[in-house]
């Protein structure tokens, strides 16, 4: 069984971040956890951006391929949770979620007294796929090279992957991934 891992909206928020890590999900090296308070405020901030059919489409997307990623009955916790008071709702439902990692670009609303009792991590993105590069090596790399391959409209190659990578707050990941990229190219 997967390891079970909590994501805030900021860690889905960008489309690039997030398709990575949801294709990583989908291949089992995790089940993702979220709450229907994460999908509204994605919804709400994708859509000025993207468009209501567009968001609409990912957030469909999301829930079909993750149908038991939401987590309920965390309300109660809210009032106990010691983090930032904006998320509280977040650290809550995390709590309540089987994950014992939660993922936010958000670390600074998060100190270690609040979470510390809970017996959860908190991790932002860059760090987090760097664990499964490490723990998943080639499933990791061929993943992200299929993705790199995806883009149609531009086309792209490694260096500009890497460079999308980096402007979306992967810099470590970038780097061993590209890495893993250079080699996987040689190899085709």
Not at 130 to 139: P, V
Not at 149 to 177: C, H, M, T, W
Request: net charge negative; charged share 25%.
């Amino acid at each position: 069984m997967p390891f079970p891992v909590f994501f805030d909206t900021c860690a889905l928020y960008g489309e690039t971040v997030c398709d990575l890590t949801l294709r990583l999900a989908e291949a089992g090296m995790f089940q993702p956890y979220w709450f229907r308070g994460v999908l509204e405020e994605l919804e709400r901030v994708l859509e000025p951006r993207i468009g209501e059919k567009q968001v609409s489409k990912r957030i469909a997307t999301m829930e079909g391929c993750f149908p038991d990623a939401c987590v309920t009955n965390y309300e109660s916790l809210t009032s106990m949770m010691t983090c930032d008071p904006n998320d509280r709702h977040i650290l809550a439902a995390a709590v309540a979620s089987p994950a014992y990692t939660l993922v936010t670009f958000n670390l600074k609303d998060f100190p270690e007294s609040s979470y510390r009792p809970y017996q959860i991590e908190i991790k932002d993105p860059d760090c987090f796929l760097c664990d499964l590069l490490d723990l998943h090596h080639s499933e990791v790399a061929t993943i992200a090279w299929d993705l790199m391959n995806s883009y149609k409209k531009p086309p792209v190659d490694i260096n500009e992957y890497l460079g999308i990578l980096r402007r979306s707050a992967l810099p470590q990941f970038s780097q061993e991934i590209g890495k893993a990229l250079r080699d996987f190219s040689q190899h085709q």
